[in-house]
């Protein structure tokens, strides 16, 4: 158990290009990290990471060396997992995903999940910017439309979002609602996170498309942000129908355009580690997967 903690101590200095950070994770100090992984190097006699004053880099041998033991650990992982009793799930499990699918899709349905896996911690980094999923060591991330190009990681559709065009009561009864898609230009635009193209909002009925061209008075890196400026009156904004679905029921928001379609915005899970990923993080999407179908929202 001791070259397997080992072993795994050397992916995350690789991972992370420092031993501090390594160190912290495991909360364990950088002499006791660097010790181990130099003990590491020594067994095998090998020089696995170049150690400079400003990084720290596999060499040639750690690159190829790192490739192959991630695979190994994650089979180990998937071998304790196929005896544990009862299956239960143990250890740290990373996610990361956009704020507003973590606070109204993924953590409402997570409690019989975690109910069942006592032993398994769960990290969930609510975030809308990309960040190095590997890196971050990240098990598993939700992707809402296009998805970064990895020859590693692997993807899964698990839902799609309906997109909306909305106001709160306030900004249309000072400012009118707009008829057509064209009319948009006319109003203060809210852009946040979700928004696929920040420059035109594409409509569809009855075979027409119109790509309406929008410049937003008001953007914000957070979807919820968008959502809560347009709550205060500060314009339009477009967003997914799940983010929304309390406002418009409570009468803080408006739907707009209701004869007029855009496209679903597929969601994906997306497996940084590819092949490699633990069994934690497939099981989980699995379990969030069918929790929306039950909803009749995948």
């Known amino acids: 158990m001791k070259d397997i903690a080992a072993l795994k101590l050397f992916t995350r200095v690789a991972r992370l290009g420092s031993f501090s950070a390594a160190g912290r994770e495991n909360g364990m100090s950088q002499p006791q990290v660097s010790r181990m992984v130099a003990e590491l190097e020594q067994e095998l006699g090998a020089r696995l990471l170049s150690r400079t004053p400003r990084a720290v880099v596999p060499t040639e041998a750690g690159k190829a060396f790192l490739l192959r033991i991630e695979a190994i650990l994650a089979a180990l992982d998937e071998a304790g997992q196929s005896v544990r009793e009862g299956g239960e799930f143990h250890g740290m499990l990373r996610l ?12 409402p349905r997570l409690a019989d999940f975690a109910a069942r896996h006592s032993r398994l911690q769960i990290h969930l980094e609510l975030d809308d910017r990309r960040q190095d999923l590997v890196r971050e060591a990240v098990d598993v991330a939700i992707r809402i439309g296009a998805l970064p190009d990895s020859a590693s990681a692997t993807a899964r559709q698990i839902a799609l979002v309906s997109r909306v065009i909305v106001a709160s009561p306030a900004y249309l009864a000072a400012n009118g609602a707009p008829a ?3 009319d948009l230009a006319g109003h203060r635009i809210i852009r946040g996170a979700a928004a696929a193209n920040p420059l035109a909002w594409t409509f569809e009925r009855d075979g027409e498309s119109i790509a309406a061209r929008v410049q937003p008075q008001f ?10 400026a347009a709550i205060a009156g500060l314009g339009i904004t477009s967003t997914g129908e799940w983010e929304c679905r309390r406002a418009l029921e409570d009468g803080s928001l408006v739907r707009l355009l209701t004869d007029w379609t855009m496209a679903d915005v597929p969601v994906h899970a997306y497996f940084p580690m590819g092949r490699n ?15 929306i179908a039950a909803d009749g929202r995948g």
Do not use: K, Q
């Open 219 to 228: 953007t914000t890196n957070d979807n919820e942000g968008a959502i809560v």
């Open 180 to 182: 057509r898609p064209e």
């Open 277 to 291: 990923t633990r069994a934690a993080a497939r099981a989980l999407i699995d379990h969030l997967r069918e929790g």
């Open 96 to 107: 990361s995903m956009p704020t507003s699918f973590g606070i109204h899709v993924a953590i």
